[in-house]
């Protein structure tokens, strides 16, 4: 067994941001409110932390300040993938040295990979790490799919210990996990598979649902871990609707405009990216409500 990070929900947390830059009152605000509510783990400068906008020193500072508040409470992993792999490891030594748990690493968007690049590049960050190294599958937004072959060849490096698996390949990751049994963690990266990748071997989620709901996304993971599969089917059932809705426009518009209804932050996004309004705003409110959230 390699060193295991963090088993149920970890939230791929927003960072609350307005036309100054990073709120970091709220930030914090949202980062105890997250551990007081029984999470995890929290994934900084994500998707969902809008990473790829950050400028390099905000995406530092995001990630240091995250270390120094959540001081040991949970783990913290940094993402600092990048399709230039000169900055990516740049970034993944800085943080490292911030002290994170371990560093979550996209497939490179944009100038692509092949499977033996990827192979090789993600040996080169396993290298350069401190921290335990998580991959990230998410070939919707990158155009790049990590098959299943090359988790085998990467399983075999001492530092690379999971896997986000956001593909929505089901097959897919049935042979992965064939292939790697225990030398890969699997993480859910899609809320409405939570329980259908924990079925085949799942140790949790990587979540966006549970930035607004950090304890039942926990309750859920927990509930099949714990063998209560009835429970944790109907509570993927419950919140499929607002999953749904947290993603009927590109992840982080929905979510973020989510937090600002409950108060953690403003309805801030960076460009190209704008809040979300009108009808899809309609629907996520009435899927918010329909759960008992308050807003």
């Not at 990073?22 to 990473?51: C, H, K, M, N, P």
């Not at 993402?79 to 490292?96: E, F, M, P, V, W």
């Not at 988790?151 to 210990?161: C, F, K, P, T």
Request: charged share 20%; aromatic share 8%; proline share 4%.
């Amino acid at each position: 067994m390699k060193n295991r990070i963090f088993t149920g929900a970890g939230t791929a947390l927003i960072t609350p941001m307005n036309e100054h830059g990073v709120d970091y009152d709220s930030f914090g605000r949202l980062i105890d409110w997250q551990i007081d509510e029984g999470i995890d783990a929290l994934i900084i400068a994500g998707t969902s932390g809008e990473g790829s906008t950050l400028s390099d020193q905000e995406h530092k500072d995001v990630v240091r300040y995250a270390v120094e508040r959540a001081d040991h409470r949970v783990p913290i992993i940094a993402g600092t993938g990048s399709n230039d792999t000169a900055y990516g490891l740049q970034l993944t030594k800085a943080c490292c040295d911030y002290g994170v748990d371990g560093v979550l690493l996209v497939t490179p968007y944009y100038n692509k990979a092949t499977q033996d690049g990827l192979v090789r590049l993600y040996y080169e960050y396993a290298d350069a790490a401190t921290a335990p190294v998580i991959l990230y599958n998410v070939p919707s937004r990158t155009g790049v799919n990590i098959s299943p072959d090359t988790y085998e060849r990467l399983a075999e490096h001492e530092n690379i210990v999971a896997v986000k698996e956001a593909s929505g390949n089901i097959s897919q990751i049935v042979e992965l996990k064939s292939r790697v049994g225990d030398d890969l963690d699997l993480y859910s990266g899609n809320d409405d598979q939570i329980i259908p990748l924990m079925s085949v071997g799942g140790i949790g989620v990587i979540s966006v649902l549970s930035n607004l709901l950090p304890r039942q996304t926990h309750e859920m993971c927990m509930a099949y871990l714990e063998g209560d599969t009835q429970k944790a089917m109907e509570m993927q059932f419950h919140y499929f609707d607002l999953i749904k809705s947290l993603f009927c426009q590109v992840n982080p518009i929905p979510v973020k405009a989510a937090m600002s209804y409950m108060r953690f932050c403003e309805n801030y996004v960076r460009s190209p990216l704008y809040p979300m309004e009108g009808a899809d705003a309609e629907r996520l409110m009435r899927s918010m409500r329909d759960i008992g959230i308050n807003i």
